[in-house]
């Protein structure tokens, strides 16, 4: 009872507080975004190369999972938009052996190439799959965890102050990736602390997976 009590406060002060919203989504949120309807044809939704497409192709489009890992920003900007595509040299030649891979340098603008990088990093770093819906995600976040967790995720948004506390800070990868789906899943439902609520009855089963891929997308 008293749990319910403070959460209806809280809904309340949600509800009264204007959400800031940010200017621009996060950065790999966006990323994958681009990714799922320009390159998962190929590079299959995970990056790892198993798109519809991969099996028609004489090269295999690469494991983007392991491949980025050693390639500069730089090098990636060049390999995906074709600009200075040839001027690579030496160790970062490796696996580039053809043309089969588009070049998309009129279709993306320099953010939107940011953000491809941005998921590209982040397929490269995850240890847990994204298991719900991001775009759901977004929408509760900016509803219901902003307040406290911040517009960017970092654990500084306006009621940290009000009431004195320090939410997890979603944007670091060793602290998200050291949680598992189930283990965020059953923080988020039950509650944490004093103060992170307990969003059983308020959010269903597939809200809080979407949350827990939205938040894992915030890690950057
Ligand atoms: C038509 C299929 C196709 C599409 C669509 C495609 N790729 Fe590729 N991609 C390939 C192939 C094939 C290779 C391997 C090229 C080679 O070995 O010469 C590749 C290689 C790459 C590499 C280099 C991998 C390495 O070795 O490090 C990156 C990065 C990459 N693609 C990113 C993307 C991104 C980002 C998109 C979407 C904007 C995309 N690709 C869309 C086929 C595709
Ligand atoms: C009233 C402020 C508040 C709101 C609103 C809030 N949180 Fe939290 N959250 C916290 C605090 C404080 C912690 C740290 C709890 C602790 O470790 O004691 C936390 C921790 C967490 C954790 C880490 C749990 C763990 O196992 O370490 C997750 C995940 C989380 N929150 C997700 C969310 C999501 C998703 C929402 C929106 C549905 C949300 N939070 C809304 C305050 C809040």
Not at 184 to 208: C, E, H, N, Y
Request: hydrophobic share 40%; with cysteine; proline share 5%.
């Amino acid at each position: 009872m008293k749990n319910t009590i403070h959460i209806m406060v809280l809904l309340t002060l949600i509800a009264v507080s204007a959400p800031v919203v940010s200017a621009d989504p996060p950065l790999a949120y966006e990323g994958r975004r681009l990714f799922v309807s320009y390159c998962q044809l190929c590079h299959g939704t995970g990056g790892k190369g198993d798109g519809p497409l991969a099996k028609a192709m004489k090269i295999s489009p690469a494991d983007l999972t392991i491949t980025v890992r050693s390639r500069s920003d730089t090098i990636l900007t060049k390999i995906i938009t074709g600009e200075g595509r040839q001027t690579i040299t030496g160790r970062d030649r490796h696996n580039l052996l053809s043309d089969a891979m588009p070049e998309w340098k009129d279709v993306f603008n320099e953010r939107q190439v940011k953000a491809l990088i941005a998921y590209l990093r982040f397929l490269g770093g995850a240890k847990h799959d994204l298991m719900g819906d991001p775009e759901a995600g977004m929408q509760l976040y900016q509803k219901y965890c902003q307040v406290c967790h911040g517009v960017e995720g970092d654990g500084d948004g306006i009621m940290t102050n009000l009431i004195g506390i320090s939410p997890m800070d979603h944007t670091n990868p060793n602290v998200t990736n050291s949680l598992d789906n189930e283990e965020l899943v059953r923080s988020i439902l039950d509650g944490k602390g004093r103060f992170m609520p307990a969003w059983r009855g308020i959010l269903s089963q597939t809200d809080v997976e979407a949350l827990v891929s939205y938040i894992r997308l915030l890690s950057h």
